[in-house]
């Protein structure tokens, strides 16, 4: 059993219709039909959404994603019409809601990996392989790989793992030509991703993206881009493979919930306990410094 500890009540606007509440964002319709994206503080780990909350991680997230989709634009367009404010939103909504384009959701992960770590390092570790892609003996935790693969995830339900599944199962079940477009855009994006966390210091381990057509049939990104939640950031002097690297994301919130002091099964079925004020801080922290490091601006 997993999922939300405690499903929170959406907030009430008038003029739009909830749609969802996911482990991070809240989806609404407004009037016109466009989809009002907002992203709060909720932190998920195990697949668990936690009783915590880490303040400001909305915002950070959202305000990320938009500098990300500046610098991408010429190689996927996305999802983004508005940063304004629905009339009669809360004041908590500004910085972490978007006003976005409706679009027809390709239901896969596509997650690219530049180094081993993760669910690739444990599936490499039993058959060399991941996601059917053969790799090289000899690789450990945090090995940068020859070339960034593409390996996709099928998408899961809140409270479930994302499966990683083959290039194949995707051109089965997305169509041959939608696979090699996810793919070849996947792999542009993070490209240039890592050449821009590089510069600032940072290595883009992996991420993952989620992405929709529009009315003419044009892949458009949706969701988040490259944000702690989604991507591994890792500080490029500290880069020592055959060990766990420190990272800019959750790794505090993981490390606590699986140690002594939470008093937490993270393998079973009861829900984890809330976060101390020290790991909530710390945490914090490190999603405010990725933004600094990489934006190069002050987190206000």
Known sequence: MSGF????????VPGLVHLHTGKVRDLYRDEDGRLVMVASDRMSAFDWVLPTEIPDKGRVLTQLSLWW????????PNHVLSTELPPGAPA???GRTLICKNLDM??????ARGYLTGSGLAEYEQT????????PEGLVDGSELPAPI???AAKAAVGEHDENVSYEEVARTAGAETAALLRRTTLDVYGRARDIARERGILLADTKFEFGFDADGTLVAADEVLTPDSSRFWPADQWEP???QPSFDKQFVRDWLKSPASGWDHKGELPPPALPQDVVDRTRAKYVEA???LTGQSWT
């Not at 500890?5 to 009430?12: F, I, L, R, S, W």
């Open 5 to 12: 500890v405690e499903k929170p009540e959406p907030v009430q």
């Open 69 to 76: 989709f500046d610098r991408l634009t010429d190689i996927v």
């Open 92 to 94: 908590d909504w500004a």
């Open 106 to 111: 390709v239901p896969v992960e596509c997650v």
């Open 128 to 135: 060399r392989t991941v996601c059917g892609l053969a790799l």
């Open 150 to 152: 593409f390996t996709p």
């Open 242 to 244: 055959g060990r766990a």
């Open 291 to 293: 933004y600094e490091r």
